[in-house]
């Protein structure tokens, strides 16, 4: 505290955690430790988060003051503060400044006591992430035998992707068979791909049975890393014409086709190469009500690029760049980048212009750094000329060739 607060009536009440709480951000150590020393007496639930967060203060005085400090909250008195003040421990987890680990230590024993942890239930979904991976630890380690399958299964359905893997990785410290079986097949609901995938692939190891059934299910997954799983199963099992009986019924499927049919298509190039090419013009001759919906058609078009050459390569990259849906426009762009020899200005613009968006434009622009530095250039002058679209701004075209 600076000496002439000492002497100006402005050093607060120690009676009063409102008026210390701001000390605990004072320029000056001496006011933070003060400050500290204060709200560790008087163990207001309000002063438990800033005695957190000076855990790790940079001075090693006020360090030691707020360790003490937190130490008086572990009480069952007291435990009604640390629902609201979890959130500050992401301070003490995160801090390097000295040896968290024995106060952190104290922090959990106290928490994980039968009936503490039920009551910070409620805090769990708004906690940040590194807190809440550290209370699963915590939990773990608490839980008995019979506790633990289910503290797995909630973490193993969250979208916590962090979480979830912990979670696969505890599962084979489980005993019994049945036991993780039953985690696995959990596992392959996560909302997360990697981690249906890695499921999928321990519980075709361990129980072929379960396995083959969540494969077939699974077969036409949106993620392509749950699918290879699925299908080298089914390729050993033998168990893939359901599948592509399946596959193909989806694409003949007019509406709401899972994931738009993207899957069924991957799916039936994986086990029917030849076809693939003709498969995908077959589709993308469908118009009206009756044509695929954008993820299909993106992945069609995606094929065919890479599978045409010269004229006909020329003809499909015309044909995703004119598209309606951007996430087909895409498909052109993105080949162009890998390789793909681009559109002419004359075919290009057009093209571009008819979307009427910035995005669009940004769009051409990527594409036509295909294009010599030259041609650029002059296209850019004559693209300065022309009056474009509401919202479109040749600002983008800066950010597009800032590059070159």
């Known amino acids: 505290m600076n000496w002439k607060d000492w002497f100006s009536g402005d050093r607060p009440s120690a009676s009063t955690a409102e008026a210390w709480l701001p000390m605990l951000d004072a320029r000056s150590g001496h006011s933070r430790q003060e400050a500290v020393e204060a709200l560790g007496k008087l163990r207001a639930p309000a002063g438990l988060p800033g005695l957190l967060a000076r855990v790790n203060d940079w001075v090693p005085q006020v360090r030691r003051a707020a360790g003490i400090a937190v130490r008086g909250f572990l009480a069952d008195d007291r435990i009604d503060a640390w629902p609201a003040a979890l959130p500050a421990l992401a301070d003490v987890l995160r801090g390097q400044r000295a040896d968290h680990g024995p106060l952190l230590a104290t922090i959990a024993t106290f928490l994980v006591a039968p009936g503490r942890l039920d009551r910070l239930a409620d805090m769990r979904g708004a906690l940040p992430p590194v807190v809440g991976r550290w209370l699963d630890t915590v939990e773990w380690r608490a839980a008995s035998p019979a506790e633990r399958p289910a503290l797995l299964s909630s973490r193993l359905r969250g979208a916590d992707i962090v979480a979830a893997r912990w979670a696969l990785e505890r599962i084979e410290e489980l005993p019994g068979g049945p036991a993780r079986s039953a985690l696995w097949l959990a596992a392959c609901d996560s909302p997360t791909g990697p981690v249906r995938a890695h499921a999928l692939r321990r519980l075709c190891d ?97 094929h065919l690029i890479r599978a045409s050459v010269d004229a006909r390569q020329q003809h499909w990259l015309r044909r995703a760049l004119g598209d309606t849906s951007p996430r087909v426009q895409r498909v052109a762009a993105d080949a162009v980048g890998r390789g793909v020899p681009g559109l002419s200005p004359v075919e290009l613009w057009p093209l571009v212009m008819a979307q009427g968006s910035a995005v669009a434009l940004r769009r051409g622009l990527r594409m036509s750094q295909s294009w010599g530095l030259w041609t650029q250039f002059g296209e850019l002058l004559d693209l300065a000329r022309q009056p474009l679209a509401e919202g479109v701004s040749m600002r983008c075209s800066r950010r597009s060739t800032a590059g070159k």
């Open 206 to 302: 361990t129980t072929p049975e379960l396995g083959a059934a969540t494969a077939q299910r699974l077969a036409l997954d949106p993620r392509g890393g749950v699918r290879d799983v699925a299908l080298a199963f089914l390729r050993r099992s033998g168990g893939t014409d359901p599948v592509r009986v399946l596959a193909e019924s989806q694409l003949q499927m007019v509406g709401n086709v899972p994931h738009g049919g993207a899957p069924a298509f991957a799916f039936l190039a994986a086990v029917d190469p030849a076809s693939t090419t003709a498969r995908a013009e077959r589709l993308l001759s469908m118009t009206g009500d009756v044509q695929p919906a954008a993820p299909l058609r993106a992945v069609a078009l995606d």
